[in-house]
């Protein structure tokens, strides 16, 4: 056998062995993303997989049972590599690293929009670079700690959305060791994302989660509203019971847990820190569900409320009526309460007293 030959049998073994290599790849994916879609039925699609530390699931009725999980996840991917801090190449860690990111994306941009106006909506009750704070701080059933009693005022200079600068063409952080960390409103954003492209396809009937968060929009196959499981108040020793929501073209958001408290000054307090003082909360709401038109709104209320407290929380909720809400809180007394919103009540599986 001739040189030439030898060489073009080892090329074809070689070019055969990739071409198998390929294709062990590609049923592997195709496997794994068929693991990840429920049940065939006709005229409803459903599926599930990771998001942002989370896992997600989106159910939808369309006629063609089209499978929309390959751009989802395409979709969920690109956010990632934008604004997970899990993903070590992401543009926020770049940013976090870096303290400058040039040319950053439109996808970024637009982040840094919302939270800005949801920031100044809400006095700065919520602050994506708060994770100084977060780290300084320990809590438990014994109470609040600051570590080594350290001087709050020692942190304070590192937090601050609007010590960051923000144009077109750049991102640039006032002082160095600013951490930026989107994790409390990128689920809904990204859930907004993924609600806009099913309706670009023509989807009208969904719903979306991602963690504890949803989005819904028009019926279930059974021509329902769909319907949310719900944790609320079945009594004032606080004893908590699962209920159900039905959500009519809205996205609902839950923060706190009126069962992980501590307390002090005969008030029970929740786990959470305002990222304007860098001190504890001392106002008695526990645990907040907001129910509002977009999972944008209702992500990033619900987190800010918990910061506010309850009395803000009545104000606002009295204020717009695009919103909705059930919240758990206590006063002095420390006797247990439950707050919900009069529109609500139709929509909930347990009485409201």
Known sequence: MNPNARKNIVYSLILFAVVLLV????????????RNLEPHQPGKVAFFG??????????????????????????????????????????????????????????????????????????????????PIEDVWTFSRAGARLQDSLDIRLVLPLVGLKKIAVTDTLVRKSFSGIFLDFSKSAKGYLMDMMAEFLEERGIENYLIQIGGENLAKGKNERDELWK??????????????????????????????????YTE???????????????????????????????????????????????EAMKLDSSRSDLAMLFIYNERSGKLKQYVSPELTDFLSFPVK
């Open 23 to 34: 294709y062990a790849w590609r049923t592997r994916e195709e496997r794994s993303a068929n």
């Open 50 to 131: 990771n998001a942002l530390d989370a896992e997600y699931r989106v159910t939808y009725l369309d006629e063609d049972n089209r499978v929309f999980k390959p751009s989802i996840d395409s979709m969920i991917n690109a956010f990632s590599l934008i604004i997970s801090i899990s993903e070590p190449t992401s543009e926020i860690n770049r940013l976090n690293f870096r303290d400058t990111l040039l040319s950053p994306s439109s996808v970024l941009l637009d982040v840094f929009g919302e939270a800005n106006r949801v920031f100044d909506l809400y006095g700065g009750a919520i602050d994506p670079t708060m994770k």
């Open 265 to 311: 000054d005969s008030v029970r307090l929740s786990y959470t820190l305002d990222p304007r003082t860098g001190l504890p909360v001392r106002h008695g709401l526990l645990g907040v569900t907001v129910v509002g038109p977009d999972a944008k709104t209702a992500d990033a209320l619900s987190d800010a409320l918990m910061v506010l407290g309850w009395r």
């Open 228 to 261: 949310i499981g719900v944790y609320y108040l079945a009594d004032s020793l606080g004893a908590r019971a699962d209920g159900i929501v039905a959500l009519q073209n809205k996205a609902i958001s839950t923060a706190g847990d009126f069962q992980q408290t």
